[in-house]
């Protein structure tokens, strides 16, 4: 799923990047006001396409959430190739992944839109559990400290916590940090949740 | 404000303690749904009074937003006096008073009322950006670290996230540690963030 939006020529596109402009837009729309106040109509609208092509594509609105905001398979495998890592460096590899990933509009609104989907929907707390869970646990455990299971959910709290501070409460100096200083800040913090001794 | 509810007599209470009542009501309602999806109409319900009775205590919806995410000023002494803990102590000292805030209905109403409400309401996010700004900057000056703007918003994140994941996403283990061990994972991580060198 790409991101790019193609240039209006006013004739509609190929079928695939229309797909492709609707999840776009329906990202964009569940991370910014999350999935109950999200309408069908206005993701369309904003996709330019009548609802009933998004219908036609995505079957639901539920559909659509799923579709929308699953992360994209390299994206797994690059977490786990983080345990590769030598272990002095295992926060900083994550931290550069994870700032990365949210400077990129795709991966930011697949976070943002789950998070601020989670509290009325359960689907959307359910896939953030997973990335807790299943992904950052497998990492946690390559990399073989003790309790991973509580060492993935202390970074996934930072990166939630890091989320919502810069890119939507806008908490400074976190919201104008540029990626490199936050690929700083958020190394050590991610070490100390990966590495470091627990208490 | 206290957050008890007097037992039911089928008799309405004083003035102060309906009001109360309202307020804990919409406390709740805006950490549940957010602002923009409360309702007065929900929150008098939740009440038990008539939605006039709600505008007669607090003028608007923003003025009752306004009055019952304010954080109780007992709180913010609390953090000043963080700062007097040895600076070994500080990240547990801190995270003490977080724990037990956030095992508060009234404060964890208070905090994912802000969160909740901070993406589509302006005055929200103005009021997480206040408790960072100010009192956790206030708190990293105290203690005398460089950078205590970033170190405030670090703390913040953590704050945030832990709140995210535990009360609302309900990452595991994280929702299910009991308030000590909450204690016990969370002060390393503040004391890194606060005291730690920053990278």
Excluded: C, N, W
């Excluded at 910014?32 to 993701?43: C, F, H, P």
């Amino acid at each position: 799923v790409s991101v790019s939006r193609p240039v209006r020529t006013g004739r509609r596109p190929g079928a695939s990047s229309t797909r492709d402009e609707i999840a776009a837009a329906a990202r964009a729309a569940f991370a910014e006001v999350g999935y109950d106040r999200a309408s069908l109509r206005g993701i369309a609208r904003a996709a330019r396409v009548d609802p009933a092509l998004v219908m036609h594509f995505f079957g639901s609105k539920e559909g659509l959430f799923r579709e929308v905001m699953t992360l994209p398979g390299p994206l797994a495998a690059a977490l786990a190739a983080v345990a590769q890592a030598p272990r002095s460096e295992v926060g900083r590899r994550l931290a550069e992944l994870v700032v990365s990933g949210l400077e990129s509009p795709e991966l930011r609104g697949i976070l943002l839109g789950r998070i601020r989907s989670a509290a009325s929907h359960p689907e959307a707390a359910a896939l953030v559990r997973e990335v807790v869970e299943r992904d950052l646990h497998a990492l946690a455990a390559a990399i073989g400290g003790e309790r991973p299971e509580l060492r993935a959910a202390l970074v996934g709290a930072h990166l939630v916590g890091f989320a919502v501070a810069r890119y939507v409460v806008l908490v400074e100096p976190m919201a104008s940090l540029t990626p490199e200083q936050a690929v700083d800040v958020l190394a050590p913090q991610f070490q100390q949740a990966l590495v470091d001794p627990l208490s």
